[in-house]
C-alpha cells in the first residue's frame, strides 16, 4: 500500500511538463503531470495505443480533439480518451500550476472494428 | 470520447454512498463514489480480488488497514491499494460530501508470490 499527494509539494514550474508515475502495475500506469502553461507543439496530435481517463485537480486546460470539438478542463472535469483518438493540449494556465491525474491501459481489442479492407480506389 | 464533471452535480446526501460507474473497458473501471458520513460497518473488512488505486476529490476519510495503519485522505490525497490489502473505511466526513476517484482493474500475477503450500500446522 503506498500513499502519496497529487497537490503538495508541487514541482517548481519549468520549461517542460513535470510527469511523475505513481504506480504502474498490471498493465495499468496512474501518472500525475503538472504543467505550467505548456501546450503541445503547433500541428503535434498525440495519437496513442493505450486508452486514457484524465482528471484535472488544478489550473486549468485546453484539450482538442480531431473532429474540432475543445473540452475545456478545470478542476473535476474528467476525460476518456480511447485508444487512438486523436488530441492535443491545445492551452494550460499560465501563471499556475495545471495538475493532471492520467490513467493509462492496453486497448481492449475491438471485436465491433472490422478489419481494414484493401479497396480498389 | 466523454467527458463530465466529478463534483457538479453531486448527488443529494442519503443513507447509502452514491456509486457511478463512469467506464469500464479493458477491465479497467472508473468509480466516483460520493459519501455522507458512512463508514464501513463494525467488524467489516474489504478484501477485494482487484487491484485498486483512489483519489479523494472533497471532504474528508479516514481508511484503516489491516495492519493498524489509518490513512487519513484530504483532497489531492491518494491511496494505491494492491488485490487482498484488507482495508475498511474508518469515517467519512459528516455534513459535507466525500468524493473518491477509484480505479480497479484485475490484480497482476505475481511471479515472486509463492503457491500456498500445505504445511502440517
Known amino acids: 500500500m503506498h500513499t502519496g499527494h497529487l497537490l503538495q509539494p ?4 519549468g520549461p517542460d511538463e513535470a510527469l511523475d508515475t505513481l504506480l504502474a502495475r498490471g498493465g495499468v500506469r496512474v501518472e500525475r503531470i503538472v504543467s ?9 496530435w498525440y495519437d496513442q495505443a ?3 481517463f484524465v482528471v484535472l485537480l488544478a489550473g486549468r486546460a485546453t484539450l482538442r480533439f480531431d473532429d474540432g ?6 478542476p473535476g472535469v474528467w476525460v476518456d480518451i480511447p485508444a ?11 501563471g499556475e500550476p495545471t495538475v493532471w491525474l492520467a490513467v493509462f491501459w492496453p486497448a481492449a481489442i475491438d471485436a465491433a472494428q ?6 480498389a480506389d
Open 10 to 13: 508541487l514541482p517548481a514550474a
Open 36 to 44: 505550467f502553461g505548456q501546450a503541445s507543439p503547433d500541428g503535434f
Open 50 to 52: 493505450e486508452d486514457e
Open 69 to 74: 470539438r475543445d473540452v475545456v478542463l478545470t
Open 84 to 94: 487512438h483518438r486523436r488530441h492535443r493540449v491545445e492551452a494550460t494556465a499560465a
Open 114 to 119: 472490422p478489419e481494414p479492407s484493401h479497396r
